[in-house]
């Protein structure tokens, strides 16, 4: 807590906007301990979010503009409003590794070491939660993942070793999938709640649709790595190989194929303006790159963030 503090401090003096209006900056995990701010022209914010102990993930919500930061070691996530310049902590959540948030209400959905809760807008109350059936003595740290459908407000859960389902905004099954070996590779959502999941060790990338059915399985994509969905018609943007980025229609037809980077380890396309951004571990300094990029394979930026593995932006159709 006391870094968290020396973080807010940090931004008192550093913050140069005085409201929480979303523009479609992109947000970062670099190297653990920072979260970055980057704006959607490619420009760096002045402020930083520094001294986090092992920050795994970061998400936005694109209505409010609120950040959901979630520190491991910790075993808490922290919600940051930028217009007040305050931090809320959340219940303990065991060792977060995963946030999806629903822009229609604000909550954001959580995974943990031993399952996956579902947190008040506010990060004060703990409104639902899905605890797997072995327990958690059997679980490996990082193994869920999560993502939420804002248009009916129900959650996709992937458990590392392998079971899949779907759950309603209470936290109730409604829909489960043919099980995958290790699906630890990222998965996204479109508004319809068809659902993109990668399985980086097997090179196995699947979509399903909301009850269950696989409807699409490729399996000639090596290494597939945070698919990021476009909500509006299920296309897909997935890293691949460490350094390519390839666009799939919803029927899982390659569409678009590009070196984008030399160790590509987190992808978030933005519906707003067809374009998508890339955390690359090493980068052209070799240290570490943020970068965007046109759906043409052009370069449009990049910024110099020091080993980033999170990458996120903020899209929301209420219509």
Request: net charge negative.
């Amino acid at each position: 807590m006391k870094k968290l503090m020396w973080a807010a401090m940090l931004l008192m003096v550093c913050v140069v906007t005085g409201h929480a209006k979303y523009n479609g900056e992109c947000w970062v995990v670099s190297g653990g301990d920072t979260v970055y701010k980057l704006h959607a022209n490619g420009a760096a914010d002045p402020s930083a979010i520094q001294d986090l102990t092992n920050a795994s993930a970061v998400a936005v919500n694109p209505v409010s503009g609120i950040v959901w930061i979630a520190v491991s070691a910790g075993h808490t996530v922290f919600r940051y409003d930028p217009a007040a310049n305050s931090f809320t902590k959340t219940p303990d959540i065991k060792a977060p590794t995963r946030i999806s948030i629903n822009a229609a209400d604000g909550t954001a959905w959580i995974a943990g070491l031993d399952g996956v809760r579902k947190v008040s807008a506010d990060g004060k109350s703990i409104l639902a939660q899905v605890i797997p059936p072995d327990g958690p003595a059997n679980v490996d740290i990082g193994r869920f993942d999560v993502a939420v459908n804002s248009k009916d407000g129900s959650c996709w859960i992937a458990d590392g070793k392998g079971p899949i389902g779907r759950y309603d905004a209470n936290g109730n099954q409604v829909a489960t999938a043919a099980p995958m070996q290790e699906p630890k590779g990222g998965m996204s959502v479109d508004y319809k709640s068809n659902v993109w999941i990668a399985d980086t060790q097997h090179n196995t990338l699947v979509r399903i649709s909301p009850d269950g059915t696989e409807l699409v399985k490729i399996d000639d994509i090596p290494s597939p790595v945070s698919p990021s969905v476009n909500p509006k018609d299920g296309s897909v943007w997935v890293a691949s190989n460490n350094n390519m980025l390839i666009n799939l229609s919803p029927t899982g037809t390659k569409v678009k194929e590009f070196s984008a980077g030399m160790a590509i380890v987190a992808v978030t396309y933005s519906p707003a303006d067809g374009e998508i951004w890339v955390a690359d571990l090493l980068g052209q300094s070799f240290q570490g790159e943020v970068s965007k990029w046109k759906a043409n394979g052009q370069k449009r930026f990049f910024n110099n963030v020091p080993q980033p593995s999170t990458v996120s932006i903020g899209y929301w159709e209420s219509e």
